[in-house]
């Protein structure tokens, strides 16, 4: 599996005009902002690579963007990019929008609530660079990772939703549901070409279809912890949409 010629100059050589963007999704995250950008600038500023950080607010009534405006000038316009939506329109394609603006060859895709931690990123570039992945992904479901903050019916319904697909589409991750990810720039944009789902089910898909079109794809283990400030917006809706979706790429792939 190790790629032999990848001796660490040889990988300082190829990567050094490597660039991260770093998409953020945000829906009322005044509280968590400042510090998810301060652990991210924190742990990117150590790994020396180049990077931008893309925060996409779809209009959050709790002055989320007045909060990422400040940041802006704290830590400069090339740094922290503000690209927002009028309004609540989702996820799936919150991460489209965030893309179109990305010049980085590399793009890291996290959720801005602190249940992703910053200090996981430079391990995710350490693995992608080591043997050359398409995408590196994090999963709470080996090692070290886990989930904390949870009540037993979301750690049920995160485990059975993972279980489930293991056994219907068998896509060689352990993670499915996760959406902490480093992916190559090209693979996600072909990625999201090749998806239909939107919503919570998105995360699964992409990596169901990463399998079927043969890019690598690596594990790195994260613990994930339950969001302090603001609320969750996963719903028994979207558990309904999430079976509805497995049982969509279980008959057509
Ligand atoms: N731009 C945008 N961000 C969203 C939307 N819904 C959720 N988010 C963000 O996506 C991330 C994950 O959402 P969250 O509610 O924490 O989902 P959960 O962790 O599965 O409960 C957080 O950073 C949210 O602020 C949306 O409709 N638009
Ligand atoms: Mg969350």
């Known amino acids: 599996m190790v790629k032999d010629d990848r001796t660490k100059e040889h990988i300082k050589e190829l990567t050094k005009h490597d660039k991260y963007s770093i998409l953020l999704p945000t829906y009322n995250e005044r509280e968590n902002l400042p510090i998810i950008i301060w652990l991210i600038v924190k742990y990117m500023d150590e790994c020396g690579s180049g990077y931008e950080v893309i925060v996409i607010d779809d ?13 802006q000038k704290i830590y400069g316009e090339e740094k922290i990019l503000l690209r ?3 309004k609540k329109m989702g996820l799936g ?4 929008h965030g893309i179109k ?11 801005a609530d602190l249940s992703h931690h910053p200090k996981f990123i430079p391990k995710m570039i350490e693995l992608q660079r080591y043997l050359d992945l398409d995408i590196v992904s994090g999963t709470r479901y080996i090692g070290d990772g886990g989930v904390y903050g949870w009540d037993f019916k ?17 896509p060689g991750a352990s993670d499915l549901t996760g959406s902490f990810r480093l992916y190559k720039t090209h693979v996600l ?7 239909v789902s939107k919503g919570y089910v998105f995360q699964m898909e992409m990596i169901v279809r990463a399998r079927q079109l043969n890019y690598t794809i690596g594990e790195v283990p994260i613990s994930f ?4 400030y603001g609320e969750s917006k996963l719903g028994g809706s979207e558990i309904f949409q999430f079976i509805k979706g ?3 790429l279980f008959a057509t792939t």
């Open 59 to 71: 209009g959050s009534p709790d002055g989320t963007q007045d909060v990422a405006k400040q940041l």
């Open 84 to 86: 927002p939506r009028e």
């Open 93 to 96: 394609t919150a991460y489209i």
């Open 101 to 111: 603006h990305a010049s980085g060859n590399f793009i890291v895709i996290m959720d």
């Open 154 to 170: 979301r750690k049920l319904v995160s485990r059975g939703a993972n279980f489930l697909t293991q056994l219907m589409l068998r």
């Open 189 to 195: 944009e072909k990625l999201i070409e090749s998806c």
């Open 225 to 228: 912890v339950d969001r302090v």
């Open 246 to 248: 497995l049982l969509y």
